[in-house]
Each structure stands twice: as C-alpha cells, then as structure tokens.
C-alpha cells in the first residue's frame, strides 16, 4: 500500500519531483525561500512570506537584512496588513483564509479564494493543478493538521509546492518545519483535510489561489 504520506527527502518523493513537470521549478523556488513559522500561531505569515519571496515582485527594503530587500515575518505586516489584523492578533489567535487572502491582496496579488465545499473537489483540485503549472501562480492551502499528520494538530496553513497528475500527489512545503519536512500527500488527503470546519471562521477550510 502507498502511504498517503511521502517524504520528499525519500527515494520516491524525489522521483515524483522529478517527474512532475512544470510545477517542479515552482516547487525548487519556495523551498529556496522557504522559512519556519515564528510562532505556534504563524503558519498564515511564514506561508506568506515564502510565496512572496518566490513570486516576481518587487520585494520591500528588509529590517532584518538591510540593505537587501526581502519579505521577513516581521515586515509582513504593513500598515495596509496590519489594519486587516494586527501582528498581536496574530499571535494570540491566528488567521482566517479569508484575512490572510485579504493581506496577500494588500502585498499586490490577485487572490481567488476556495473553500472546501462538499460539490467543489473535482473543480478545486483541478484549478490549483492548473495554477502551480502556470508561471508566476502560487498555491496556499488551509487544512486541519490533525487530519492530515494524524497528530494534535490544529488549523494550519502551507505553501503547496507541486502537483503530479499522474501520482495525484501534492507537495506540502510545511511552514512548522521543526515537526513536518516536505511530503507529498495524497489527493483524498489534502481533500479531507481541507474539508473541515474553521470555528472562527464558521466556514471550511481550502485554498488560496494567487497571481503575481
């Protein structure tokens, strides 16, 4: 039986990037950006950061890494971000789907916002595929990490790096990377997970489609 999760560090999650076509550069870019979540609550901000960084943007002048320009978890929060909901609010509660779309939009790109919805799989799974093989489009997915991992864990958002068609395999660039390397995880995998409710929210979880 194939797991449903797959290590990228593995012998078959390398060939799965290897053979994914298009995508595969897209993934190679974000985890050459890619950083851990500063806090338990931060997987919203550091998936963020990651995509901007990796995407054809003009980045802002960095307060960690002046005179380079570079998008840090703590610049992130601009007054435009900032007014959506504070880097406080943040840390004591986390982030909506609809809040971090909202910042992303601040920070210049096109966002088109899915949730999981009972009807929508086929039409969401096939809308993110198309997007990670497309240039200069990224893919944030919101899920239940419970589900997913099988542990504790609770809402959670991460990069998706890239979609192997044939494998129907997704590749998860996990912010909270000092307890979750990169996997590839099955299509009914990434589905239920998504398909969870968000109680601050009072919808489901889902996916964050963004353009540069």
């Not at 002048?61 to 005179?67: A, K, L, Q």
């Not at 916002?113 to 799989?121: F, I, K, N, Q, V």
Request: net charge negative; with cysteine; glycine share 8%.
């Amino acid at each position: 039986m194939i797991p449903a999760l797959l290590p990228l560090a593995s012998p078959e999650g390398a060939e799965l990037l290897a053979t994914c076509g298009r995508s595969q550069l897209k993934a190679l870019n974000l985890l050459a950006h890619g950083e851990p979540q500063c806090h338990l609550h931060a997987c919203g901000v550091a998936s963020a950061v990651t995509v901007l960084n990796a995407a054809p943007i003009e980045r802002p002048f960095s307060s960690r890494h002046s005179p380079c320009r570079y998008f840090t978890q703590t610049d992130f929060f601009s007054d435009a971000v900032a007014a959506i909901k504070p880097a406080d609010g943040v840390k004591r509660n986390g982030m909506t789907l609809e809040e971090l779309g909202r910042m992303l939009t601040a920070h210049g790109l096109r966002v088109e916002r899915l949730h999981a919805e009972d009807d929508a799989r086929r039409e969401m799974l096939t809308a993110a595929g198309a997007h990670l093989e497309a240039n200069g489009r990224f893919v944030i997915a919101n899920f239940l990490g419970a589900d997913l991992y099988g542990d504790d864990g609770y809402g959670h958002f991460s990069p998706i790096g890239a979609w192997h068609a044939g494998a129907d395999r997704w590749l998860i660039l996990d912010v909270a990377r000092y307890c979750h390397n990169p996997v590839w995880v099955t299509g009914d995998a990434l589905w239920h997970a998504m398909a969870t409710t968000d109680s601050m929210a009072g919808r489901r979880r889902g996916l964050l489609l963004l353009s540069a």
